[in-house]
């Protein structure tokens, strides 16, 4: 196929990805509201897994087709863009603040997690028994927040909803409408993973640039769509606060959950040295981050800038020195 081609299938699929977690969101959240489930379990599910899907869907698909590469770019540029797009943007647009019980629980839970990847590739690459121990913290992170989180991480149901419609999903009532709209927006993740890495694959090629570069900037951007729309929508609603939960519910199970299923279906090769910057970056960035979020309880418009500054200048470094 052409270049022209491929970078419609990326677009294409990033659409589809980006509606796919809309509907997700808002099925899953309907029924939620519809059988009286806490709001605590809504934001763990919905949130922390919902909008880690898109990138659960690209990441299986690059594995199942022999791209490591693609996979870490995926899920290192993923958190980057979490951390310096979204956060950044949500600061500048309304500075969030911050939960204490998420300062004392989430984010040394989110420090650790990214010290922990860069650690497994060290040995070459993630084990399909290192993937199974990143998949067993992800359910005793999970296990940990249903039993000790007291206080709100996320909108009620009703706001999950018609946040998710404002970001296109389909509105309407009734639980079966709920479960097939629920249905639908998981096919439309697979379906929508499997074209993104379709196209993403052939603008490499055609580009010569390599998969880990595509992870990092086309793909990464691309499945960072709905926690971006969210965070936004959310921000403008006035309540940025729920970015925070986003940001770091999310980052935390691109590396557990996501890694973690990815590696358990077939080991993912790699090597530390090829992935240097990139995992630097994201350290780097996830200290400054817990610091911005411990100083005053609150992200600060300074910080944002420098976050998403940040990010554009991770951007150009990995464009730039490609093969650094």
Request: hydrophobic residues 55%; contains cysteine; glycine residues 14%.
């Amino acid at each position: 196929m052409d270049f022209a081609t491929n970078l419609g299938l990326v677009a294409l699929g990033g659409l589809v990805l980006y509606l796919g977690a809309e509907w997700l969101v808002k099925g899953a959240a309907g029924l939620a509201r519809t059988f009286g489930i806490k709001e605590i379990v809504i934001g763990l599910t919905v949130i922390a897994y919902g909008t880690s899907a898109p990138e659960l869907a690209v990441s299986v698909s690059a594995n199942l087709s022999g791209s490591s590469p693609l996979v870490f770019g995926n899920v290192i540029g993923s958190c980057i863009a979490n951390l310096g797009l979204i956060l950044g943007i949500t600061a500048l647009i309304a500075p969030p603040k911050v939960d204490s019980s998420l300062i004392r629980r989430d984010v040394p839970v989110l420090v650790i997690s990214v010290i922990i990847l860069p650690l497994m590739l060290i040995s070459s690459g993630v084990t399909r028994f290192e993937a199974a121990i990143l998949l067993g913290l992800a359910v005793a992170y999970s296990l940990m927040t249903l039993a000790t989180s007291k206080s709100k991480l996320a909108q009620s149901a009703a706001d999950l909803e018609s946040t998710a419609e404002a970001g296109g999903a389909p509105s309407g009532e009734g639980g079966w409408r709920l479960v097939g709209i629920t249905i639908v927006g998981l096919a439309l993740l697979v379906g929508g993973g499997e074209l993104f890495v379709d196209g993403a694959k052939g603008i490499a090629l055609d580009l010569g640039m390599s998969d880990r570069l595509v992870g990092l900037t086309i793909v990464a951007f691309g499945t960072s769509l709905p926690e971006l729309a969210a965070s936004l929508v959310a921000a403008m609603r006035g309540h940025s606060g729920l970015a925070i939960g986003n940001v770091v519910g999310s980052n935390i199970f691109n590396i557990f959950l996501v890694v973690g299923a990815s590696g358990s279906i077939r080991a993912l090769p790699g090597s530390i040295d090829k992935l240097l910057l990139d995992l630097g970056f994201l350290v780097g960035l996830t200290i400054f981050g817990a610091i911005a979020m411990r100083t005053e309880r609150t992200v600060t418009r300074l910080e944002g800038f420098v976050l998403l500054v940040s990010y554009v200048s991770f951007i150009v470094v990995a464009i730039v020195g490609v093969e650094i």
